[in-house]
């Protein structure tokens, strides 16, 4: 009922620069907020950055002057620009979205797939 598409990953050098992309579609009439977390291999799942309704944002320490994230609301997309990219930041990057499906009661978490992104020379 609720998908999330998720595109932009890739392989880029250290100090490069890469633009992720997460479209919602599907039975939505409203979102609360959107996020994108990462996991590297052997680590335990963060939050990288996350926006809410309000456009209220909170970013991990570690990207915080690095990414910037920002979304659309007309076309209830959420993008995580990512700039002097470190190999520290080589994860599996997945969106998530809070929201409400038509004639739902509450709102409910649902998740992306995954894109990888890889930062090594």
Do not use: H
């Not at 990207?63 to 080589?90: C, H």
Request: hydrophobic fraction near 35%; charge should be positive; include cysteine.
């Amino acid at each position: 009922q609720v998908q999330l598409v998720e595109s932009g990953g890739g392989l880029v050098q250290p100090g490069g620069s890469l633009r992720l992309s997460c479209a919602a579609s599907g039975t939505i009439v409203s979102i609360s907020a959107m996020g994108w977390y990462r996991q590297a291999p052997g680590k335990q799942r963060e939050l990288v950055a996350s926006i809410t309704s309000g456009d209220i944002t909170n970013y991990a320490d570690s990207v915080k002057g690095r990414f910037s994230i920002s979304r659309d609301n007309a076309k209830n997309t959420v993008y995580l620009q990512m700039n002097s990219l470190k190999p520290e930041d080589t994860a599996v990057y997945s969106c998530n979205v809070v929201a409400r499906q038509r004639w739902y009661y509450s709102d409910s978490a649902y998740w992306g797939q995954g894109t990888q992104v890889t930062v090594s020379s």
